[in-house]
């Protein structure tokens, strides 16, 4: 499977109420129920302007309001994201932030899976990491942090729709 | 049939007979139905405030706009914001103050809950049907809890103390 670069950027379009009065919202980066990813797209695939323009132009709820031609994307550097370690109170939960191709919709597509061990954690999930067997720490907790971390290493960035 | 919505903890959606949307209508249906003169003075009151105080009013109506979203707003398979999220949210601002609101967003999460974002702190609490959720940090101090009962004094009483 192709490998993506430390220094390569990923964008994650955004619906226009995940950011509030200017503000990128955490939102942004949570994962449906049962959902082990979150959806990402790779500006460096040749196909990425128009996987962009197409996706937006069937959701248009992705535009800034129904009058305009504008979206928000956030941008984030794949290594600082792969990088990303989640200590929890005096827990220590060693779980990885990947980011993958996943080109099944979109070539440019990929997604940012958050894994303890060889296994995803999945979002709306009621489940418990066990540390050590005496310790357990939450899946939705974990996953709210790596949510803040994903949200502060976020660029805000506002684009004009084009026809690709 | 007009079904009346007065219990709280009710999952499901009230079925109106047709929506109340004007003056006339609100007004006709609250002399049609029993209340004090000192219940209607309350109401008067509470209702001049959400409309006149900004991030009540301003908030009152983010959560109106976020219960249009529809199934799949995300274009990922989203679901729509759950009825009883949007009650408790909206039983919790009944209980407020304007400036419990000020440092405060509201945003949509794609499993049907609602998250309110500080806009001071890395925090943020996050709304379920009968449960929150909540993260901080603030000056290198974390907190957080996950699967609290949800109540609306409760709620208000982490607002106020992360904001």
Same mark, same amino acid.
């Given at each position: 499977?192709? @490998?993506?670069?430390?220094?390569?950027?990923?964008?994650?379009?955004?619906?226009?109420d995940w950011v509030v009065d200017g503000v990128l919202q955490v939102n942004a980066f949570a994962l449906r129920r049962d959902e082990t990813y979150i959806s990402v797209n790779r500006p460096v695939v040749d196909s990425f302007t128009e996987d962009v323009s197409d996706f937006i132009s069937t959701h248009r709820e992705y535009l800034i309001s129904d009058e305009s031609t504008v979206y928000k994307q956030a941008v984030l550097i794949a290594g600082d994201v792969r990088y990303i @370690?989640? $200590?929890?109170?005096?827990?220590? =939960?060693?779980?990885? %932030?990947e980011i993958e191709p996943r080109s099944k919709n979109y070539p440019s597509h990929a997604g940012i899976f958050t894994r303890y061990g060889d296994k995803n954690l999945k979002g709306g999930i009621q489940d418990e990491i066990s540390i050590g067997g005496t310790k +357990?720490?939450?899946?939705? =907790?974990?996953l709210q942090k790596v949510q803040h971390r994903l949200l502060r290493l976020s660029?805000?960035? @506002?684009?004009?729709? @084009?026809?690709? | 049939m007009e079904q009346n919505s007065t219990h709280t903890d009710m999952a499901? $959606?009230? %079925?109106? /007979?047709r929506p109340m949307t004007s003056y006339f209508d609100v007004m006709s249906y609250l002399h049609r139905i029993r209340i004090t003169p000192e219940v209607k003075e309350s109401i008067g009151r509470r209702l001049l405030l959400e409309a006149? $105080?900004?991030y009540l009013a301003k908030t009152f109506a983010q959560i109106d706009h976020l219960s249009e979203l529809r199934e799949d707003w995300d274009g990922y398979g989203a679901e729509?914001?759950? &009825?009883?999220?949007l009650e408790n949210l909206r039983e919790v601002l009944l209980i407020s103050e304007n400036d419990d609101w000020k440092y405060w967003m509201i945003s949509p999460a794609p499993n049907g809950t609602l998250s309110l974002q500080s806009k001071q702190h890395? /925090?943020?609490?996050?709304?379920?049907?009968?449960?929150?959720?909540? &993260?901080?940090?603030?000056?290198?101090? $974390?907190?957080? /809890?996950? +699967? %609290?009962?949800? /109540?609306p004094s409760s709620f208000l009483r982490v607002m106020r103390r992360i904001v």
């Open positions: 499977m192709e @490998t993506i670069k430390d220094d390569e950027k990923v964008v994650r379009l955004l619906h226009r @370690t989640i $200590e929890l109170g005096h827990s220590v =939960a060693k779980v990885s %932030v +357990h720490i939450p899946v939705p =907790a974990i660029t805000l960035e @506002t684009h004009e729709l @084009t026809k690709g | 499901s $959606e009230p %079925v109106m /007979a006149t $105080e900004p729509k914001i759950s &009825y009883s999220v890395t /925090a943020s609490l996050s709304v379920g049907d009968e449960e929150f959720s909540y &993260y901080s940090m603030i000056n290198g101090k $974390e907190d957080w /809890a996950d +699967h %609290v009962k949800f /109540a």
